[in-house]
């Protein structure tokens, strides 16, 4: 007789003891000791904890930017150690987007280049990603600068662009590290609203460090790290 096996979602990213080490010898840092937890299909996750306390870290793990230096991450039901920076590469450019806390825009591009940019790094022609980039662009409330560079916009736009430019592909998950620690509150505010309204209108994933309380609330689970050590979610 075959056993029945029921179907279970796979986790996007599942950190197994993972952990990380900057440096050698006297320096050396222990910045996250070892991290196991699994990330689901259409989570939003908030990361809360200190200044120093392994956000970043942890965030560059799970998106596939950096590698563990003890410990397995599968990204995508991959295992990141047994990709080759290329391979590795190719998955983040297909199933992850990032927004950062300075916003990591690209000077020289308009805003609609900015967005286009990652679809263009996945073999889309700019006619064939027009719809998809103006789309986003409306979406995120900026038709009427799209032509311009970043350096012209204020920051929750340019915010704005970077959440664009981390949607267009339709990743699986979306990783921001503390995107509005370098905006007022209520330009903050206006950003958070704009990452749960695209989080509850696609199956995106969002995993984002915080220091913001609103934030904290909105999140349906909060991650707490201290001293590179997760507590019980
Ligand atoms: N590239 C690096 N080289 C050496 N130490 C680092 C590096 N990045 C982070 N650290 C250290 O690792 C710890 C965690 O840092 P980080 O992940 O940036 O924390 P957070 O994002 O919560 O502020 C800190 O002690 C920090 O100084
Ligand atoms: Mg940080």
């Given at each position: 007789m075959m056993a029945i096996i029921p179907a279970r979602p796979l986790p996007l990213v599942s950190l197994q003891q993972a952990g990380k080490c900057y440096g050698k010898g006297a320096g050396k840092v222990q910045a996250l000791q070892e991290v196991t937890a699994g990330i689901w299909p259409g989570e939003f996750i908030a990361l809360c904890g200190p200044s120093g306390s392994g956000k970043s870290t942890l965030l560059n793990l799970v998106g596939g930017i950096d590698y563990p230096?003890?410990?397995?991450?599968?990204?995508?039901?991959?295992?990141?150690?047994?990709?080759?920076?290329?391979?590795?590469a190719r998955l983040r450019a297909q199933s992850v987007g990032f927004v950062f806390q300075f916003f990591n825009l690209l000077p020289v591009l308009s805003v609609y280049d900015n967005i286009y940019y990652p679809l263009m790094l996945n073999g889309y022609s700019r006619k064939l990603a027009d719809e998809q980039v103006m789309a986003m662009i409306e979406r995120v409330g900026l038709i009427n600068h799209y032509r311009r560079p970043p350096g012209e916009l204020s920051g929750g736009q340019q915010q704005r662009v970077a959440i664009a430019r981390a949607l267009v592909k339709r990743p699986a998950l979306v990783v921001a590290d503390e995107p509005t620690g370098n905006l007022d509150?209520?330009?903050?505010?206006?950003?958070?609203?704009?990452?749960?309204?695209?989080?509850?209108?696609?199956?995106?994933?969002?995993?984002?460090?915080?220091?913001?309380?609103?934030?904290?609330?909105?999140?349906?689970?909060?991650?707490e790290i201290e001293d590179g050590k997760l507590k019980d979610d």
């Open positions: 230096t003890s410990g397995e991450v599968w990204l995508m039901g991959r295992n990141l150690r047994l990709l080759s920076d290329r391979e590795t509150m209520r330009t903050g505010e206006e950003i958070i609203e704009l990452l749960l309204e695209m989080n509850a209108q696609s199956d995106t994933t969002l995993v984002i460090s915080t220091h913001s309380p609103q934030l904290r609330a909105s999140a349906r689970r909060i991650l």
